[in-house]
């Protein structure tokens, strides 16, 4: 598992409204701290993920065992490593 100064995974944001939701609402929380965030708005990374998981769509987080593109999905995700 990713696991670089205790972070679980690797969530890939943009500028997009739901990347903002996002981040906003885990910062709130301090759930960012256990998550690397890359913004795939630079340096043409939206398409390294389109080889690498299959998709350009994000928000996209990404563990050990689970690739997960729902906002929903990350949420709840997200929620359960607050609780660990």
Request: no cysteine.
């Amino acid at each position: 598992m990713f696991k670089r100064n205790g972070a679980v995974g690797i969530l890939f944001v943009d500028g997009g409204e739901e990347s903002k939701r996002l981040l906003t609402k885990f910062s709130v929380s301090k759930l960012l701290e256990k998550l690397k965030v890359v913004d795939v708005s630079k340096n043409g990374l939206r398409g390294w993920l389109l080889l690498e998981y299959g998709t350009t769509e994000v928000p996209l987080l990404v563990t050990e065992d689970a690739v997960l593109s729902d906002p929903k999905s990350i949420e709840e995700y997200v929620e359960k490593l607050r609780k660990q």
